[in-house]
Nanobody, 122 residues
Framework: QVQLVESGGGLVQAGGSLRLSCAGS????????MGWFRQAPGKEREFVAA????????IDADSVRGRFTISRDNAKNMVYLQMNSLKPEDTAVYYC???????????????WGQGTQVTVSS
């Protein structure tokens, strides 16, 4: 069974940092795109960042550019999201996802984690 498990979420004050991790199991994702999405209460799922299988290319949302950095470690079958300068509007459940193409469209991703809560207080 393919599984993605996020960790690292929590409560942080505005301006603080968190690093989210996503561990894959069931198969290797070393040739897949891995990405992060988030969903705040009452809002649609929102793309955050994604990275190519070889880490050569990464894309991110305008809302997080300069603050968040996506990275991956194929040897560990993991993807990370370093979040700095956090804002209250970053509060959401963050999901990692795996797909076959580098895109911001959530529908193009095949596997999803259960999510980890990030809460940024002001």
């Amino acid at each position: 069974q393919v599984q993605l498990v996020e960790s690292g979420g929590g409560l942080v004050q505005a301006g603080g940092s968190l690093r989210l991790s996503c561990a894959g199991s069931g198969r290797t994702f070393s040739r897949d795109v891995m990405g992060w999405f988030r969903q705040a209460p009452g809002k649609e799922r929102e793309f955050v960042a994604a990275i190519s299988w070889n880490s050569i290319t990464a894309i991110d949302a305008d809302s997080v550019r300069g603050r968040f950095t996506i990275s991956r470690d194929n040897a560990k079958n993991m993807v990370y999201l370093q979040m700095n300068s956090l804002k209250p509007e970053d509060t959401a459940v963050y999901y990692c996802a795996v797909g076959s193409t580098l895109t911001s469209r959530g529908t193009r991703y095949d596997y999803w984690g259960q999510g980890t809560q990030v809460t940024v207080s002001s």
